[in-house]
C-alpha cells in the first residue's frame, strides 16, 4: 500500500506545475475562437443583413433619414459568427478577444453610424423602374434630395433632406470615396 | 492596523455560491472547470460554498426566468452583507436569445443589482478567471463602448437629427405616412 502511495507521491512531483498562469501571463486561444465582434464604419454599406441573421437579435439597424444606425448590444452576444458570414464587405470580423468582462453593462453597447444616401458602390443614387421594385429594393431613399420621385413616392423624411441638400446632387460625397476607388 | 491586516487578509476570499436561474449548463460546467487545478481560480481565495449565508458572492448563471425570480430575490436577501453578484453567460448578462420571452425576465440584473458581467455563450474558464481577476483588481479592463461614424466631412450628425425630427414633424402635417 505505501508502495503505490510513494509512487503516485514520485509521478505527482514529476508532473511539475499544471496551473495555467493565466490572469498574469496572456493565453492563447484556437485559432478559430470566435471571439467578441468588431464593426468597421468605413466598409459597412448597411444592407442589414447582420441583423437580419443575429439570433439573440444584438444587432439593431435603425433608420434615420438617410443614416443608418447600427447598434451592437454585445451582452447578448452568443458568437456564433453569423454576422461575419454574411458581410459582404467584412465590415464585420471576428476577433479573438473574450476577456469582455465588465462591471458596467453599457461597456458591452457600441453603435455605428453610416451615411447611406447614395450607392456605395457607383456613387450613384438608386433609381428603379417602378413602384414596386422601389419598395422592394432595400435601403431606398428616393430619387434626389428632398424631390418627390416620378412616381410620385416620397423619401422618407422629405423636409430633413430638403434641408440637408439644397441642390440636387446624385454625386458621391467625396470624403466617402474609399481608396483605389475613382473619384466621382 | 488591525484594519489594515484584516484588509489583507481577508479581501481576496470571496466565497461563492452558484445558482442557476434556467440555464442549460453550459455556464454552470465552464464554472466547474474554473475550480479545477488546471484554471484554478482557488489561488485567489474564491471557493464554492453549499448556502448563501457563507458566502461573498453570487454567482448567478442562466436568464432568470419567471418562477425562479422570487427564489433569487430571496437567495439575494438571505446572502450577508457585503455582496458581490456576478452574471457568468449571455443568459444572465443581457437575456441571449430569450432576452424578450414571455416567461422569462432577461438577465440576472432586472432582479437583483449585478457588480460584474462576464458575457459569453458559455465564457471560456479564461474569460471568468478574468472576470474574477477584474472584480480583485488584478488586471485592467480590455473592453468599452465604441461610437463609429461615416458621415461625409462637414456633416453634423446632431444638426441632421433635430433636422429629422423637423422633418417628421412637417411631414406628419401635410398627411405624409412616413
Given at each position: ?10 509521478i ?38 447582420c ?16 443614416l ?20 459582404p ?8 478577444q473574450?476577456?469582455?468582462a ?8 457600441s453603435?455605428?453610424?453610416?451615411w ?15 413602384a ?53 | ?19 442557476n ?78 432576452f ?24 471560456r474558464?479564461?474569460?471568468?478567471v ?16 465604441r ?28 398627411g405624409?405616412?412616413?
Amino acid at each position: 500500500m505505501f508502495r503505490a502511495k510513494f509512487k503516485e507521491a514520485v509521478i505527482c512531483f514529476g508532473a511539475g506545475r499544471v496551473t495555467l498562469p493565466y490572469p498574469f501571463e496572456p493565453v492563447e486561444v484556437p485559432p478559430k475562437f470566435r471571439g467578441k465582434i468588431e464593426f468597421d464604419a468605413r466598409k459597412c454599406i448597411g444592407c442589414g443583413g447582420c441583423a437580419n441573421v443575429c439570433p439573440p437579435r444584438c444587432i439593431v439597424i435603425e433608420d434615420i433619414g438617410e443614416l443608418t444606425r447600427i447598434t451592437f448590444k454585445l451582452d447578448r452576444c452568443i458568437q456564433c459568427a453569423r454576422c461575419y458570414e454574411v458581410c459582404p464587405e467584412d465590415a464585420i470580423q471576428i476577433s479573438h478577444q473574450f476577456e469582455t468582462a465588465t462591471p458596467q453593462k453599457s461597456d458591452l453597447t457600441s453603435e455605428m453610424v453610416v451615411w447611406m444616401s447614395s450607392c456605395q458602390r457607383c456613387g450613384r443614387c438608386f433609381e428603379t423602374d417602378n413602384a414596386i421594385d422601389a419598395f422592394s429594393s432595400k435601403r431606398w431613399r428616393g430619387r434626389g434630395p428632398g424631390d418627390e420621385n416620378k412616381h410620385g413616392i416620397f423619401p422618407a423624411s422629405t423636409g430633413a433632406t430638403t434641408l440637408m441638400w439644397p441642390g440636387r446632387d446624385f454625386m458621391r460625397p467625396e470624403s466617402l470615396v474609399r481608396e483605389g476607388e475613382p473619384k466621382p | 492596523m488591525i484594519l489594515e491586516f484584516c484588509k489583507k487578509m481577508f479581501g481576496k476570499s470571496l466565497w461563492l455560491f452558484h445558482t442557476n436561474c434556467g440555464a442549460c449548463n453550459g455556464c454552470d460546467i465552464e464554472v466547474i472547470d474554473v475550480l479545477t487545478p488546471y484554471y484554478d481560480v482557488e489561488r485567489f481565495g474564491m471557493k464554492l460554498v453549499g448556502s448563501p449565508r457563507h458566502a461573498d458572492a453570487l454567482v448567478i448563471s442562466g436568464s432568470v426566468s419567471r418562477q425562479v425570480a422570487p427564489a433569487l430575490r430571496r437567495l439575494y436577501e438571505a446572502t450577508a452583507d457585503p455582496k458581490v453578484v456576478i452574471a457568468v453567460g449571455a443568459c444572465a448578462v443581457g437575456g441571449n436569445i430569450w432576452f424578450d420571452t414571455y416567461s422569462v425576465l432577461g438577465g440576472a440584473d432586472k432582479v437583483v443589482p449585478v457588480n460584474m458581467y462576464i458575457p459569453g455563450c458559455p465564457p471560456r474558464p479564461e474569460a471568468i478567471v478574468y472576470g474574477a481577476a477584474l472584480a480583485l483588481g488584478l488586471v485592467p479592463k480590455k473592453v468599452a463602448s465604441r461610437q463609429e461614424q461615416h458621415l461625409p466631412s462637414g456633416f453634423s450628425l446632431d444638426d441632421y437629427l433635430a433636422r429629422y425630427s423637423e422633418g417628421d414633424a412637417k411631414a406628419e402635417e401635410a398627411g405624409i405616412a412616413k
